[in-house]
Each structure stands twice: as structure tokens, then as C-alpha cells.
């Protein structure tokens, strides 16, 4: 239903009382950190377009965290600690979303461990979200495609809970029953870490691939009806859980190697492999990690680069996006999280304070659908690729 939301003013945790229940850390006004939100400028027949598309078609975002993070970016251990993610009921009334994989506090997660992503942190993670979800009538948890039709249909936005990786569950493939019994619909294979399922992104150089453990975990990840993404998983961790799936594969938030050669994203051979199951990539936009040689510094512009060369790759169905992208300062959180900025290209090493165009989920969204007008995108096009795609591995999986 576009921005014709069906949104009562109900803010996080309404049903508690803010400084005695819980801690409350200041967040900003609305969806943007900064001052000066960015439209793809648009003529006023495209404009119209533009908005009829997002009205008409069920948008689904594969990656977001559709929630504040505190102002003070500092602030961030504390806020985690405590595993009270406020979701952004207003901002996302704001946007054309109709469905969001929301992959929650994931690699943050810290409330009963110095390391964190213990078994114990994710559950909270998950419960105390549904709690506050289940508080509202305007956010849903999606289990199914017809939760996500039935959002759209009543101007609602649906949430499929989702964690980016399954270090948690240790060697306990029951876990995964557990999970999904708690809403999870997706899952990573690793989150950069090497884990029991396999190896991860951080130890691409001595790359091990899917364990046999990781084969077990993928054939009950199919038959509970999970959507698997290796996308913070090695090259051969994301070959080997293709070729072990019997459901299509996606990555939720990936881009090309070939335009940005750093680990975090695919090369051609793997974005062919998780097209060749049938499943869907989702272009992402997090911080400096889809730069592209035309548009060094980071944009829309060089998002939509990533995306044109996936689709002349694979083709058009199986391309979406996964922006990864927040309510907050981004840019700060990864610096505050120590991002290893030495290892990018002398070309990207460009200072700015956010993704212009994709700063947040409600301003990522709106941009997507007007690029793709401003570009010559046919409806049908548009609609494969804001969610038709997405939902058609959605059938299959779940």
C-alpha cells in the first residue's frame, strides 16, 4: 500500500515505563540521523509512476535492521547489552515496505556473555522484539508468503525474524527446531567467524568449506522450511551449501568481486552458483562495502552499479536488494566496531557521513523504486526485483 500506512503512534515499549522498566538511550526524530535526506529527482510523469509502483507492488527488503540505534554511537555496547532493539514503528510507516528481513542484533548480541551470540542472547534478542511487536497492531511477524500479502493488503509492515548466522547453535542441530519454532525464517550459514557449519569470510585464505555438520544443518534447515544465506560465508562455505540445499539459496546482502575485490562480497562463479538453485541476491548497501570503480564514493549510484552487473550475470530473476542498512549513524558504528578500513583499494578510501540515497530503510526503499523509473525499468522489471523475485523463493522454501 506505498506510505498509506495503517500506523496508530504506538513507539517502542509503549507498555513500559522508560528509566524504571528499562534504560532509554536517546535516539533521533524520525528516520534520518542526518540533516539532509536524499530523493532521486524525478519528472512529474515518472513521479507519478514512481508512486503507483510502490503502492501496487509488495516490496520486500532481504536485510535491514529496522531499528534505532542510539544517537551517541558510543552508547551502542550499553544499548545491546540490555537487548531492547526499538523498532522503527514511524519511520517504517514512512516507507513503501510491506516486508522486512529484519536480522535483528545479531553480531552485537552481548547481554550474558563478553563475546556474545550465546544461544541464551539470541533467544532474548528474538523474545523481548516479539513482545514489544505483539504489543501493535501495525508491525507483524511474518511465518509465511501469506503474512507478508495479508501486510501489504492491510497497510502493514511484516518483520521475518531473522539471525545472520548460526554460531549459537553450536553442535545442536535441534536449535534450529527451537528457532524456528520462535519465528526464525532465515538464517546465515557464518557470520564472518568460522563456526561448526563451516568457514567464514574471515578465513577465506585457508577456506575448509561446508563441514559435515553444516550439511546436516542445511538438510534440516530444508525440511523445517528455512531460507539459508551464506552471505558472510567463504567461497567454498557459499559452493557447498548451494550444492547441498535442495531449496534455492539466497544471499541477502551481497554485491559483485568483480567491481570491489574484498572478501565481504561474491565472485562470479559463486553469484552464478546461488542463481543455479533458484535463488535470489540482494545488492547491498552497507558503508563503503559496494563501491564501484565509476562511483568511488560511496551512493545509490554505486549500489545500482553492483546490482546492473549481478543482473547481466544471472538475469533478472534472480536479483533483489538487501540494503543492511539502520536507523542511525552507520558510518559510525562501524567505526566504533573497528572496521579494518586499510584493507579497501586506494581509489575508496573517500570520507563520508552516509550513503546518499540509502541512509536508512525508509529512505533506501523509496530511492530503489525512482532509480529504477528514472533508468527505464518496465513495471514487470520492477516488480521482479522489489520483491516478485523474493517471494517466488519464499514459495518454494517455506
Not at 553480531?107 to 523481548?128: A, P, Q, T, Y
Not at 524456528?180 to 568449506?209: K, M, P, W
Not at 559463486?270 to 558503508?287: F, H, K, N, R
Not at 584493507?343 to 523504486?369: C, L, R, S
Request: aromatic fraction near 10%; charge should be negative.
Amino acid at each position: 500500500m506505498g506510505t498509506d500506512k495503517q500506523y496508530q503512534g504506538y513507539e517502542p515499549f509503549d507498555y513500559l515505563d522508560a528509566g524504571e522498566d528499562y534504560e532509554a538511550f536517546d535516539t533521533q526524530d524520525g528516520p534520518h540521523y542526518f540533516d539532509d535526506p536524499y530523493e532521486i529527482p524525478l519528472d512529474e510523469a515518472d513521479e507519478a509512476r514512481a508512486e503507483r509502483l510502490s503502492a501496487a507492488e509488495t516490496i520486500v527488503s532481504l536485510h535491514e535492521h529496522a531499528f534505532y540505534f542510539p544517537e551517541n554511537i558510543e552508547e551502542i555496547d550499553d544499548y545491546c547489552r540490555q537487548g531492547r532493539a526499538m523498532t522503527a514503528y514511524d519511520a517504517l510507516a514512512a516507507s513503501n515496505l510491506d516486508a522486512v528481513f529484519d536480522w535483528h542484533l545479531d553480531g552485537v548480541l552481548r547481554m550474558h556473555s563478553k563475546n556474545g551470540w550465546k544461544f541464551s542472547e539470541v533467544v532474548h534478542d528474538l523474545g523481548i522484539r516479539a513482545a514489544d511487536i505483539a504489543k501493535q497492531e501495525f508491525v507483524t511477524r511474518a511465518g509465511s508468503v501469506d503474512d507478508i500479502r495479508e501486510a501489504h493488503e492491510n497497510g502493514q509492515v511484516a518483520i521475518v525474524p531473522s539471525i545472520e548466522g548460526c554460531m549459537m547453535i553450536e553442535n545442536e542441530l535441534d536449535r534450529l527446531d527451537v528457532l524456528y519454532g520462535l519465528g526464525v525464517r532465515a538464517l546465515g550459514i557464518t557470520y564472518s567467524e568460522s563456526n561448526a557449519l563451516g568457514t567464514g569470510i574471515n578465513d577465506e585464505d585457508s577456506d575448509g568449506g561446508l563441514t559435515s555438520f553444516g550439511e546436516d544443518a542445511v538438510e534440516r534447515m530444508n525440511k523445517l522450511g528455512i531460507l539459508i544465506d551464506p552471505s558472510h560465508a567463504s567461497r567454498q562455505t557459499t559452493l557447498d551449501t548451494c550444492a547441498a540445499s535442495e531449496d534455492p539459496v539466497m544471499l541477502s546482502h551481497n554485491g559483485a568481486r568483480d567491481l570491489l575485490d574484498i572478501t565481504r562480497l561474491d565472485a562470479d562463479e559463486v553469484l552464478e552458483a546461488v542463481a543455479d538453485t533458484g535463488g535470489v541476491i540482494g545488492i547491498q548497501s552497507a558503508p563503503h562495502n559496494v563501491a564501484s570503480p565509476d562511483h568511488p564514493t560511496h551512493t545509490i549510484e554505486s549500489v545500482m552499479d553492483h546490482f546492473e552487473y549481478v543482473k547481466d550475470l544471472v538475469g533478472i530473476d534472480h536479483v533483489s536488494f538487501g540494503p543492511d542498512t539502520l536507523y542511525g549513524d552507520h558510518v559510525g558504528l562501524h567505526k566504533y566496531m573497528g572496521k579494518n578500513y586499510d584493507k579497501y583499494p586506494d581509489w575508496q578510501e573517500v570520507e563520508f557521513e552516509y550513503v546518499e540515497g540509502m541512509e536508512n530503510p525508509t529512505e533506501a526503499w523509496h530511492n530503489i523504486v525512482r532509480w529504477l523509473v528514472r533508468e527505464g525499468y518496465s513495471d514487470e522489471e520492477i516488480r521482479k526485483v522489489t520483491g516478485g523475485n523474493t517471494l517466488r523463493v519464499l514459495e518454494a522454501v517455506w
